[in-house]
T-cell receptor
Framework: AQKVTQAQTEISVVEKEDVTLDCVYE???????LFWYKQPPSGELVFLIR??????QNEISGRYSWNFQKSTSSFNFTITASQVVDSAVYFC??????????????FGTGTRLQVTL | NAGVMQNPRHLVRRRGQEARLRCSPM?????VYWYRQLPEEGLKFMVY????????ESGMPKERFSAEFPKEGPSILRIQQVVRGDSAAYFC???????????????FGDGTRLSIL
């Protein structure tokens, strides 16, 4: 069985601060995919990133960066110079994939990020 | 609009009534997933369907809930004899193919907020 843990329920920062959202996953599969989604107050789910288990390279996209470490089963997400528009609930998710199987997502419980002026 | 379309956006039902939630996948996508998000919680997988076929319904409640994805038309999530505990946001996601490639990001609709009076 798969499990995703986001231990931080809620984080509050002041604009321009950096913030890291933690994600720890559990799976026995060697092939798996990790995702981050953003859910703003309007409620929709916005895809941010997908990473497969064979690619441990960190990734940077503008103010967003992701640190994937298989040794600690973590896939942490950092927002640099946070802005009020970053206020949302962020979900980490995991899917395991081998040919022919369903790739349902297992979500963490989410981290609510509040960025204030 | 090429995205995943869900309707209605909001649905209000009285206890005992039936709720029907519709999902049209992205163009070219033949795989549909339904997730439920209870208030203040993460998303939980319910069911995975292809056209005319249920692939994985391991997350579906045993009673009152059913899903279909007919050859023509949208996927339907049906809840019979709704109860207060069914109040949640129901999200649909779609992806193009099964297997390894199916771990492409699942594209989510904006969800249907179901409220039971």
């Amino acid at each position: 069985a798969q499990k995703v843990t986001q231990a931080q329920t809620e984080i509050s920062v002041v604009e321009k601060e950096d913030v890291t959202l933690d994600c720890v996953y559990e799976t026995r599969d060697t092939t798996y995919y990790l995702f981050w989604y953003k859910q703003p107050p309007s409620g929709e789910l916005v895809f941010l990133i997908r990473r497969n288990s064979f690619d441990e390279q960190n990734e940077i996209s503008g103010r967003y960066s992701w640190n994937f470490q298989k040794s600690t089963s973590s896939f942490n997400f950092t927002i640099t110079a946070s802005q009020v528009v970053d206020s949302a609930v962020y979900f980490c998710a995991l899917s395991v994939g081998t040919t022919g199987t369903a790739s349902k997502l297992t979500f963490g419980t989410g981290t609510r990020l509040q960025v204030t002026l | 609009n090429a995205g995943v379309m869900q309707n209605p956006r909001h649905l209000v039902r009285r206890r005992g009534q039936e709720a029907r939630l519709r999902c049209s996948p992205m163009k070219g996508h033949s795989h549909v997933y339904w997730y439920r998000q209870l208030p203040e919680e993460g998303l939980k997988f319910m069911v995975y369907l292809q056209k005319e076929n249920i692939i994985d319904e391991s997350g579906m409640p045993k009673e009152r809930f059913s899903a279909e994805f007919p050859k023509e038309g949208p996927s339907i999530l049906r809840i019979q004899q709704v109860v207060r505990g069914d109040s949640a946001a129901y999200f649909c996601a779609s992806s193009p193919v099964q297997g390894l490639l199916s771990n492409q990001p699942q594209h989510f609709g904006d969800g249907t907020r179901l409220s039971i009076l």
